[in-house]
């Protein structure tokens, strides 16, 4: 019975042992798997931690679920790139105010043998509707996030529906983008990817950059305070400091100067960034 | 209480009586109308063929198993049992006899361990695991377990059924030993031998009745029942069951 | 990173990878000794007593041993979600979060297994203890003591399918770096980035703690099987 005592008081200890790191001030941000990928967390949460003694705890999502996280109370604030989908979140009361991060581009991926024959094409419509008429493989995140959005949004403007039509060379994964890229990797796909994930991405083999440039490719991302109006426990102060840190000089210079073998992954554009 | 078992003058009070017990299961009648009353004194040795329903009068004795009719009574506290195959818990010996003392809300102390111990002729082996020790050494550790709760009466089914002769004469020992100490001993056997050695009056049974009650000496010189007759005469006797 | 990276890492006592496998095991431990202790008393509790609905009970925790992790992480974090019944508590996206769903998860499996248990070994006592007299509570703690080496074996079962799930905790923790991340959803973060040698290398470290931790295990059970049989 000594030992049940003990199980009982050990367990107890373990549960309670780590909220004395959760008590220390920190807030928890959803965003999208391209930023935390990226590595771009990784090098601009420690100087935000440095300037305000902050820890930002960051919960990798698509940006669809990082939303239903914001609107659920479970985060303070969301760090996405869906813009339509952020001014409804906004709108509908979820969120305080919607403020311009950075942007990056989307970017087609496919595989080297390129059977659509797309390389080097600066029109992504043009590059959409060769992949539908060779039926090679496309592989879509298919899980609402804001590059599944943006990969929508292309299609539509190119007069096409292959999600609706249920077309046999189009696979709706339902995951993130690096799994989405290690797919279309193995089955020789093409797949619209954020140039960032990209860029770090390791697995690259079979895969190559085919098509980018084009302004439809354009790729905002927004940072949004869940409204504590809705949710008292949302941590305004902290959350609000991450927002301005982030919307200022320091935060936007620590954005531009994140790089991969010297190549920017992401360009600050917050609004009032000049100042 | 040892005094009061001891004491040969007292008017021998029944320490167990049965009044019309019978057992049955589903459609067997295992026991059928048993009346019987023992008392302090000498061992008393359970006698009959396989399937007689030795085992299941001394479960019914014991309180292990319940009268379908009848009445048994008996003072539980009072009695302990040795079966054929005792179970060794698994831990060491005098952790057994450990247990046995607690159970029955008697101190578990290292001296009332080793008397326990003592008694059998296993203090040596106190530290072994229970599970290690050859079958006579675990129906002695049983015996020391069973006797550590000072009953008035020692059940014992057939204990010494598996064991070689060394390990019997041991066995039948301890139960002598414990017999003059006072402790009722009932006993169930199949060895003809070993009923001569300890008993001091014989119950028969045949087919699930008591067939004879008689001191051991006149048991074993001029049984009065045919079927005891046969069965000490080596004969085979078959339960009715069996030939219906 | 390199393919030997993950061992140089653990070798050179890299101190992010020290505290992913410090939560990992924390969590887990935590979690199985809050699902031992809950599962084996209902585990006792179901073989050694009758009561009207006891085989329903039976079947449904035997069913429950194959209740998919996503669905334990997906139940939890409604549960514990701000909009949820339990929101006030705060817990979700902590270590907590993943101690609770991984006891979820595991209580079905150790009072299943374990009820099994002490039901044989009830069989084989039950004359034995009922000869001895001995009281209800002794009986619990004696069967529980006796069964010890196959409980044990049932716990490390728990144990490992624990620290083996990636499902809920991801869910529920949300794999913050540094706060809630374990090897599991490491080895998801990695696979995702395309990083698959430093997956499969942490996955390696994985399998390496819990070949550990079951030779730990049997070392132990060597040990006293030697000594008190």
Known sequence: MKAYA??????????????????????????????????????????????????????????????????????????????????????????????????????????????????????IIAALKSVQASAAPFVSRGDKSGTHSAELALWKAAGLD????????????????????????????????????????????????????????????????????????????????????IISKPGQDSINGYKINGAQLFFANADNAAR | MQD???????????????????LRYGVVDVLQDVCLEISAGGPVILMGPNGSGKTSLLKLMMGLAAPSSGDVDCARSQVSFVFQKSVMLRRSVAANVAFALQAAGLPANDKAVRAALDRVGLSHLAQRPARRLSGGEQQRLALARALSRNPAILFLDEPTASLDPAQTKAVEDIVQASAAMGVKIVMSTHDIGQARRLGSEVLFLAHGRLVERAPAASFFNKPESPEAQRFLAGELVISQEALS | MDETSAFQLILSGDPQLLAIVKLSLAVTLAATLIAGVLGLSLGACLALTQFPGRQGLVIALNALMGLPPVVVGLLVFLA????????????????????????????????????????DFWAEYKDEFTAMDVPGAMRVRALLWDARFSLVTILLAGFGRAAAEVGAVMIV?????????????????????????????????????MFCVNALAWGVRQWSVRHAG
């Open chain 1, 6 to 123: 003990l199980a009982i008081a050990l367990g107890a200890f373990a549960f309670a042992a780590s909220p004395a790191v959760a008590q220390q001030q920190s807030i928890v941000v959803a965003s999208t798997t391209s930023t935390q990928d990226s590595g771009l967390f990784g090098h601009i949460l420690p100087l935000f931690k440095t300037a305000s003694g902050i820890d930002v705890k960051v919960v990798a999502q698509g940006t669809g679920q990082a939303l239903e996280t914001g609107r659920r109370g479970d985060a303070d604030v969301v760090f996405v790139h869906a813009k339509p989908q952020e001014e409804k979140f906004v709108a509908d009361g979820y969120g305080v105010k919607r403020f311009n991060v950075m942007y990056n581009d989307f970017v087609l991926i496919g595989p080297k043998s390129d059977p659509a024959k797309v390389r080097g094409g600066k029109d």
């Open chain 3, 80 to 119: 514990l979600s701000r909009s949820g019944p339990l929101g006030f508590l705060g817990l979700l996206f902590t270590p907590q979060a993943m101690i609770i769903a991984q006891t979820i998860l595991i209580t079905p499996i150790i009072a299943a297994l374990s009820r099994q248990v002490i039901e």
């Open chain 2, 4 to 22: 009061k078992r001891t004491d040969k003058n007292a008017a021998p009070q029944p320490l167990l009586r049965l009044c019309n017990a019978s």
């Open chain 1, 162 to 245: 292959p999600a609706s039509a249920k077309a046999p060379w189009y696979r709706e994964i339902g995951q993130g983008m690096g799994a989405a890229l290690n797919t279309s990797g193995a089955m020789g796909a093409y797949v619209l990817s954020d140039r960032a994930t990209w860029l770090s991405f390791k697995n690259k083999d079979a895969l190559e950059l085919l098509v980018e440039g084009d302004a439809r490719l354009f790729n905002q991302y927004g940072i949004i305070l869940v409204n504590p109006a809705r949710h008292p426990s949302v941590k305004v102060t902290a959350g609000q400091a991450f927002i301005d840190w």
């Open chain 3, 173 to 209: 923790g949300g794999n913050i770096e540094g706060f809630t991340r374990v090897m599991t959803t490491s080895i998801a973060l990695e696979t995702s980035k395309g990083d698959l040698p430093l997956a499969i290398s942490l996955g390696i470290i994985l399998i390496a703690i």
